[in-house]
C-alpha cells in the first residue's frame, strides 16, 4: 500500500509593523477606509490581518513587503 501526503498550503504570514504593496480583489471596507481594486496601496502588516479577519484570504490579491 502507498504513502499518500497531503499538501496544505500554508497561509502567508504579515508581520505587523512591516509595510505592504498590496491590492485588494473587491471593494473592503475597514473602520472608515474603503479599498479598491483599481488602486494599489501601502499598508502595514496589521491592516492586511484585519482585511483578511473581516473578509477573507480571498479579498488579498497580493500583499509584497515594501
Keep these: 500500500m502507498a504513502k499518500t501526503t497531503e499538501t496544505t498550503a500554508t497561509a502567508p504570514t504579515y508581520e505587523d ?3 505592504y504593496k498590496m491590492r485588494v ?3 473592503v471596507d475597514v473602520g472608515p477606509i474603503k ?3 483599481r488602486d494599489e496601496t501601502r499598508a ?3 491592516t492586511v490581518k484585519k482585511i483578511i479577519q473581516l473578509h477573507g484570504e480571498s479579498a488579498i490579491d497580493y500583499a ?3
Excluded: E
Aim: aromatic letters at 14%; charged letters at 35%.
Design 17 to 19: 509593523d512591516i509595510f
Design 25 to 27: 480583489t473587491r471593494p
Design 35 to 37: 479599498y479598491l481594486p
Design 44 to 46: 502595514k502588516g496589521r
Design 64 to 66: 509584497d513587503p515594501v
